[in-house]
């Protein structure tokens, strides 16, 4: 993965080790991580890519999945 990252031309600060550093840490904490990651990405799209319109990941981030809830057969 490092080598791949190396070769970018533009990519987040220390991306390598952000991404690698994700594995060693609590699944929540990790999320918010991983999403400064993805905002950091986006900015740079926005800025080096101004053509590519990113109004659908802007409108994802920071966006939840909600658990479930599980009905009883009986109500």
């Known amino acids: 993965m490092g080598t791949l990252i190396e070769q970018m ?10 991404l690698e550093d994700l594995f060693h840490q609590e699944a929540s904490i990790a999320a918010l991580h991983l999403e400064a990651l993805v ?5 740079l799209v926005e800025t ?3 053509q590519v319109n990113t109004a659908f990941a802007k409108r994802q981030l920071g966006w939840r999945q909600q658990p479930w809830q599980i009905v009883s057969a009986d109500q």
Request: glycine share 0%.
């Open 9 to 18: 031309k533009i990519a987040p600060q220390n991306l390598a080790l952000r």
């Open 39 to 43: 905002q950091e990405t986006v900015a």
């Open 48 to 50: 080096h890519m101004p």
